[in-house]
């Protein structure tokens, strides 16, 4: 299902969008949710660094306390998506 957005966007940021949508023969709303597709695919975590943070902070013996902070936010980011 679709639904209409109302947004701000930059002019001439627009009128090359528009361009490159016409150039690539492609609907503006195409553009725009390859775009956003692309955006929240950059932004999850990859799966792989996230289980091997995940037996890292496993791995100690005193509760994972060798694990930083990255490693912990990976695991929990991870977990989070797959809920």
């Given at each position: 299902?679709?639904?209409?957005?109302?947004t701000?966007?930059?002019?001439?940021l627009?009128?090359?969008?528009?361009?490159?949508?016409?150039?690539?023969?492609?609907r503006?709303?195409?553009?725009?949710?390859?775009?956003?597709?692309?955006?929240?695919?950059?932004?999850?975590?990859?799966?792989?660094?996230?289980?091997?943070?995940?037996?890292?902070?496993?791995?100690?013996?005193?509760?994972?306390?060798?694990?930083?902070?990255?490693?912990?936010?990976?695991?929990?980011?991870?977990?989070?998506?797959?809920?």
């Amino acid at each position: 299902m679709k639904t209409k957005v109302g947004t701000l966007i930059d002019a001439e940021l627009l009128r090359e969008v528009k361009r490159a949508a016409a150039e690539d023969g492609k609907r503006l709303c195409d553009l725009f949710a390859e775009a956003l597709t692309g955006y929240l695919a950059e932004r999850a975590p990859e799966p792989r660094r996230a289980m091997q943070a995940y037996r890292r902070f496993c791995s100690n013996p005193i509760g994972g306390m060798g694990a930083g902070m990255d490693d912990l936010r990976e695991i929990f980011d991870d977990d989070l998506l797959a809920r």
